[in-house]
Every structure is written in structure tokens, then in C-alpha cells.
């Protein structure tokens, strides 16, 4: 009886776990850095995440689509760099 399938499938498995909580702790510190940034950044991005349009933002919060644009832009490369640190 050979348990090199089993041996083979635990250890698996316990990677799966491994890779699933980091992916948790992940998932954390990125919405840790959505919820730090300013809001001036963040409205604009969770609505774009959230699946609107640039235009429907604009509208949304009576700004001009080429400051939603950069707002959203910019919340990005803050959300890049936060999470590039770790």
C-alpha cells in the first residue's frame, strides 16, 4: 500500500491553506489602504470600483470628469505604493 498519493495531497492541501491565509492577510491590507486614503481620493474610487463609469462619477459627485479621472488615478498609485511596502 503506497501512501505517497495521500502524503502528496496533505501536502497540498496544507499549501492551499498557506497561500489562502496569506491571500486573507492580503485582502486585509488592502482594504486597510482603501479605507486610509483621503476621502477626496477614495469616493471616487470605490464608486469606479463598484463598476460606474468616469462620466456617472462625475456626475454622482457634480465634479468635472477630468478631475474624477485624476482622483481615481491618483487613489490608485497611492493604493500601489502602500502595497508594494510589504
Do not use: C, W
Not at 21 to 47: G, R, S
Not at 54 to 67: C, Q, S
Amino acid at each position: 500500500f503506497d501512501n505517497t498519493p495521500n502524503e502528496f495531497l496533505l501536502d497540498f492541501n496544507q499549501g492551499a491553506v498557506a497561500n489562502e491565509a496569506i491571500a486573507n492577510i492580503n485582502m486585509k491590507e488592502v482594504k486597510q489602504a482603501i479605507h486610509n486614503l483621503p476621502e477626496i481620493f477614495k469616493n471616487p474610487f470605490l464608486l469606479y470600483f463598484d463598476g460606474y463609469k468616469y462620466h456617472e462619477i462625475a456626475e454622482m459627485l457634480d465634479e468635472p470628469l477630468g478631475t474624477i479621472k485624476s482622483r481615481i488615478h491618483f487613489a490608485r498609485k497611492l493604493l500601489k505604493s502602500h502595497i508594494q511596502r510589504f
